[in-house]
């Protein structure tokens, strides 16, 4: 376990806590790199039992890794491969339980087992996906999913 996971837990109160931590972190920043590196280091410090969290960014027709924390990612990812690509295709939160149940995973640290991604949508328009990953099966519930999908809607709210 890693993180400085608080007293709130991993419910709603804690995702609330650190919405507000967020928030807190890019208040006077607008640059999209700059708030999304340290969106990615708050969120790995925080969030118990991660190994990955991070951005990738929709460049020219496909994910392209940007600011993260963990081991070094795969680079390009084509919409509708693997988790990433397939919530960025489809805009929908994807989270698996088991990422080797999960058709056409890509595993860039095959010690991760569940995972969670969060496509960054603004005005219509795809910028990309929050990714955040872990080495246990089923690590995220409906509560991190609204968690996440909240800290994700701040992060957007802050993007230039």
């Given amino acids: 376990m890693h993180g400085l996971r608080t007293d709130l837990g991993s419910g709603a109160a804690f995702y609330e806590a650190l919405r507000g931590e967020l928030r807190a972190l890019l208040a006077d920043e607008r640059d999209l790199v700059a708030n999304a590196a340290n969106c990615a280091g708050l969120l790995y410090h925080s969030l118990a039992d991660v190994n990955w969290v991070g951005f990738y960014f929709l460049r020219d027709g496909e994910l392209v890794v940007g600011p993260f924390q963990g081991k070094p990612a795969c680079v390009r990812i084509a919409l509708g491969k693997g988790v990433c690509g397939t919530a960025a295709l489809r805009r929908e939160t994807q989270l698996v339980s088991d990422v080797h149940a999960f058709a056409g995973h890509i595993a860039c640290d095959p010690a991760s087992r569940s995972e969670i991604v ?10 990309g996906v ?6 246990t099966r089923g690590r995220f519930t409906e509560t991190d999913r609204a968690g996440i999908e909240a800290l994700a809607g701040e992060f957007l709210s802050h993007a230039g």
Avoid at 118 to 127: A, Q, T
Avoid at 130 to 135: V, Y
Wanted: glycine share 6%; no cysteine; aromatic share 0%.
């Fill in 130 to 135: 929050l990714d955040i990953d872990s080495p």
């Fill in 118 to 127: 969060v496509p960054l949508v603004r005005n219509g328009e795809l910028l």
